[in-house]
């Protein structure tokens, strides 16, 4: 399943756009991060200088901001969660429909995932390309 899914073209493409989502989010949250760590540094240069008082909304506004860093970063976790179990699940549907009619094809009674934990898996039985051609054509 994970080498049909490394090679198969559409696999690779939500892999690849996936990628790029991610890159982009990064980017943006290591930005407001700096922004934080700016506002930090800010507000410690200014501790002798300012009122207490000041000093308190300082700190409470840095507090807000931090606390709305991290549930930006939890949510864009989350969404990317999403977007990905979005995005593959029909192509893993289509791979199990492929593993059925392939196997079918050749009278096979049992599929294996190749694991680590077969210890040998004879070339003449590995289906895999046959499942990624059997997609090509039907998909």
Not at 23 to 41: N, P, S
Not at 58 to 82: A, G, P
């Amino acid at each position: 399943m994970e080498k049909i899914m490394k090679t198969l073209p559409r696999a690779v493409k939500i892999r690849a756009d996936i990628e790029s989502d991610y890159k982009k989010k990064k980017t943006e949250l290591e930005k407001a991060e700096d922004d934080l760590r700016t506002l930090e540094k800010d507000l410690e240069k200014k501790k002798a200088v300012l009122s207490e008082e000041a000093i308190k909304r300082k700190q409470e506004e840095f507090q807000k901001r931090l606390m709305e860093f991290r549930e930006q970063v939890t949510k864009s976790q989350t969404d990317l969660q999403k977007k990905q179990n979005d995005l593959f699940s029909p192509v893993l549907e289509q791979i199990k429909k492929a593993i059925t009619e392939v196997a079918a094809e050749r009278g096979y009674g049992l599929v294996l995932n190749q694991q680590p934990d077969l210890l040998y898996v004879g070339s003449s039985t590995d289906m895999t390309s046959e499942v990624v051609k059997h997609m090509d054509q039907k998909h």
